[in-house]
Structures are given as structure tokens and as C-alpha cells.
């Protein structure tokens, strides 16, 4: 067993290549001109139909603000009711659950300052009434405006009444939401790990 002297802190604070592995080539930036390029490695000559339904869907849900698009709403609360729960609908088509996983942003972690780096967006105040920023793609660049859209999102899919032969699971900061027979079941708080345990 190897063993170093240092500080893990200090080794953990810097990110461990230059290229982000998915894209380097043993340090050599690999940018295909076309992005579905990328794709060829998993394709497979005997690949069959995806199923028409599923068990269940796991959804990150960071990844669908960041796609959906904001054109027809003007506020928070539009964007809630007329474009996330309409997508949450779509995907139950096919699924009997459906769970949405939030990113989660933890101060002195390598995922927030990276994303310091990058810049921050501007602060806005995410209620119902609030009309959504000009720049969507700058108001996610900033955390806390991901934090509180998050759960605003999250109380929005908790008012909503689905289906009642549809399961909706949810991730509210240190919580989870579940939704079942159209009823809210309850809030579990899910428990911290003690470092060391």
C-alpha cells in the first residue's frame, strides 16, 4: 500500500486534466467537426428497438430546464404549468414512474468551482409571479438560481395532480417528494453520512 504525504484538500481543488477525458486523445484535444461523431463507439450492429414502455424513467431534471424552452411563458409560474408539468406528462406516456433528480450544489466542491470559473449569470428572485429572465441561459449559470428553480419546480410537480395509476418520485434539496394515486404520500428527508462512517 502506497502511502503520501500531503494535503487531499489541496489535491482534490484542482481538476485532474486540462481536457475533460471524453474529448482528449492521451492529452490531444479531439473535436470532431461533426458532435455525432462521438456516437460511432456505441454503435452496435445488432442493436434492437428500445421497448414502447418502461418500468420507470429517471430524469435529470437539470438537464431538462436546460432544454425545454422558455418561448411561452413569461413567468415562473407559466414555465411550471405550461412547459415542465407538460413534459413530466409526455414521459409518463410510456412509464408507470417517473423520477426527476436535481443537481445538487455543495459550497467547496469541485462540480461549484468549476462552475465559478465559468462565471456566474445574474441573481433573480425565482416566485410564481416573477417573469422569467431574458437570458435563460445566463440566469442558470448562476447557483442559487438553480437551487431555488429546483424547488420551485419541485413544489409545482407536488401540487399537481397526475394520473392516479402514475408514480412520481422528485428530489427536493435534501428531500424526496413522492407522488402516488395522485396523492402527496410524504416528504422523506433523506439522512447526512457522518464522514468516517
Known amino acids: 500500500m502506497q502511502n503520501c504525504e500531503g494535503d487531499l484538500r489541496e489535491s482534490f481543488a484542482h481538476e485532474v486534466r486540462s481536457f475533460p477525458p471524453s474529448l482528449s486523445d492521451f492529452g490531444k484535444l479531439h473535436l ?9 463507439c456505441l454503435d452496435q450492429k445488432d442493436q434492437v428497438e428500445p421497448p414502447s414502455t ?23 409560474n407559466d414555465y411550471g404549468e405550461k412547459i415542465f408539468i407538460p413534459y413530466l ?22 462540480k461549484e468551482s468549476t462552475g465559478e470559473t465559468r462565471g456566474k449569470g445574474v441573481c433573480r428572485k425565482v416566485s410564481g409571479q416573477t417573469n422569467l429572465p431574458s437570458n435563460w441561459m445566463d440566469f442558470l449559470h448562476d447557483s442559487t438560481n438553480k437551487k431555488e428553480l429546483f424547488v420551485f419546480l419541485s413544489s409545482k410537480v ?15 434539496d435534501d428531500s424526496t417528494v413522492s407522488k402516488a394515486s395522485a396523492t402527496l ?3 422523506l428527508t433523506m439522512k447526512k453520512r457522518t464522514p468516517g462512517l
Open 158 to 172: 407536488a401540487d399537481f395532480d397526475f394520473p392516479p395509476d402514475k408514480e412520481i418520485y422528485i428530489s427536493s
Open 54 to 76: 418502461y418500468d420507470c424513467k429517471v430524469l435529470d431534471g437539470a438537464v431538462i430546464v436546460h432544454c425545454l424552452p422558455t418561448t411561452a411563458a413569461t413567468t415562473f
Open 185 to 187: 404520500c410524504l416528504t
Open 89 to 110: 406528462l409526455r414521459q409518463l406516456e410510456s412509464t408507470k414512474r417517473l423520477d426527476i433528480v436535481w443537481d445538487k450544489y455543495i459550497s467547496d466542491s469541485i
Open 32 to 40: 470532431p467537426l461533426i458532435k455525432s461523431d462521438l456516437l460511432k
